[in-house]
């Protein structure tokens, strides 16, 4: 089992997203994570999807992202070719004995607080989704209230970029 | 010019070259007929009794003339109906243009009367759809549709037109008929690769399916078989690809396939296989399907390349273009101790073939290919008469069967036919059993009102004949609600649609039914008593393999 990051630009249309989830849905594709926005381009959106599996599986995906007609092109991202990032609130309990252990830890992974009260307090952390997995283990040794997370967004390393390798 | 939508519609599809359509009116669509009735004399509307049988009808008509089909209907019910039908064509990879009215754009999304949101029912089962939000937009939308529903893998495409769409009015300018993109072979390196695979093989297996009649690539088919010396299968897409008496032509493979085809393919060591999917019908049990085999994928769609079965070489791209891509690299060679082993098959498969006295399916359809012409088209329903039919029909021209391989929808063959007939403008068949008929009978009433010439064979065993060979076989013969025994009259129920038939129950009356069908001005049926316990054989039980095949009743 491999974790596959792949991007892909689609046309920024109605229902674009529902036809790429629909999809998903129903060749059971299991998706980790998606993400979805506008980009540079009004023409385009971009989508980045996470997602565990074997390399068959990877490669059936990407081409059946392939047949969709809006779908314009479509990077694969490792960790060596890329800078991925994703956005963390986590909201802990704010109590007496733990606060100046998390603040610590908050503090080595460079989350800031961005909400206080006297019950709870908000961390935000905005870094590599497995730095991000760490933090959250990390806080698993205290309260934890809620979590909400983005989801990855990827780049490619360089000046290479995805419309670079449109196909339609 | 200022036209308005509805007329942008209408001239858009002329200009794109189609002449015929099928369909249905209704509320939102009223625009759009309005329309057709102006433009009758330049565009075709056939109006059939059900939306199911227009798009089945849009369907056949593309099958058996390569053309995009297409297919009207008003919204909500009108457009829930083609359902079926869009699928069915989705599953077989044909290309239909489906175009639907909706309620008016302000009123979208307020659950107005017969709406219903189509994009979103259709999402699954079309290659691409639209709803066209401004007349602006239409057009150019009908144009790409065109494009998308025959390029590359052809499939469906729906568009969504809301009446006020219909009804506004924008600049139009003629174009030229849009193109399908333009073909492409697989990569030279993956040719070389399959190449090498080809010239080092010993027992050669060349397996076809519809991607090889879509890309018309029977003559480097055959010529590939020839220089390697091949025995060649075909999947039920494939059926009517090559003449049905090709001396190296096997037939079909698969569940109820050739014994010696697929016999072929499991004792092959290559199988060259050309526009098919590898679905569960044609594998069995995956894990014990051609296990002596390295497999050879040439298919349009990438997707399809070891989504199901590994492929030692996977090549995208266009079968045609692709094979003449191949043949330079193959080295001519004979297989004597792979035929000789083939024609053992082939003399054991006559052993098994049934040739008892009487009216059995196969002598039905037997004397019915006495009476095919050439060109003539022959759609089945779905059941044992489409499995009796597959094996036994005599085909001389491509894209002469007509069936629903895929999706197996009962009720698609009346339709079809009808489609068909437009289509080939030749008289066309219709196999089907009493329970398929009893699906889609009422389009009787578009073969009477078109006079379009259908012999319809009804193959009569009072029961639904496919699952009861399954309860028989699996169920301990549990006949659960598979006895119809109605009480229907085929022949009065022709009569009061106002067209004609007979009742038979010999070979001999079939024989001579079939002539008078074959001279009848208009559609003719032929209520065909059949036994209920005949079983189509062979067998390959469901998720079972070469080993677990069933030749004879009593295996």
Redesign the interface.
Known sequence: MNRYTVAVLVRNQ??VL??VT??FR?RQFNISALTVSETESAEFSRITVVFDGEE?YK??LI??L?????VCSIKEFTADNSISCELLLIKMQNDPATRDDIHAAAEAFHAATVDYSKDSFTLRLADDPRRVDDFINLMRDYKILEICRTGSVSLEKGSTTIRQTINF | MLLSGADILVKTLIEQGCDTVFGYPGGQILNVYDSLYTHQNEIHHILTAHEQGAAHAADGYARTTGKVGVVISTSGPGATNLVTGIATAYLDSIPLIAICGNVPTTQIGSDSFQEIDITGVTLPITKHNYFVGSVEQLADTVREAFTLASSGRPGPVLIDVPKDVQIAKCEYTPKQPAQAEKPYAAKDIRIKEAAEYINAATRPYIYFGGGVITSAAQDEMLQLAEKIDAPIGCSLMGLSGIPTDHPRFLGMQGMHGHYASSMAMHNADLIISLGVRFNDRVTGNRAKFATKAKIIHIDVDGSELSKTVNAVCGLRGDVKLTLQGLLPLIKQSSKSDWNATVARFRAEEDDYLDNREGLTPRRAILTLNKHLGANTAVATDVGQHQMWSAQNLSFKSPRRFVSSGGLGTMGFGLGAAIGAAFGTKERSVLVTGDGSFGMCLNELATAVSYNVPVVILIMNNGVLGMVRQWQTLFFNKHYSNTVLDRKTDFVALARSFGADGVAVSTAEQLDAALATAFEHDGPFVIDCTIDKDEFVLPMLPPGGSMDDIIVKVGD
Do not use: E
């Open positions: 109605f229902g529902n036809r629909s999809m129903r068959t490669q059936q081409n059946q392939y047949k969709l007609p809006d």
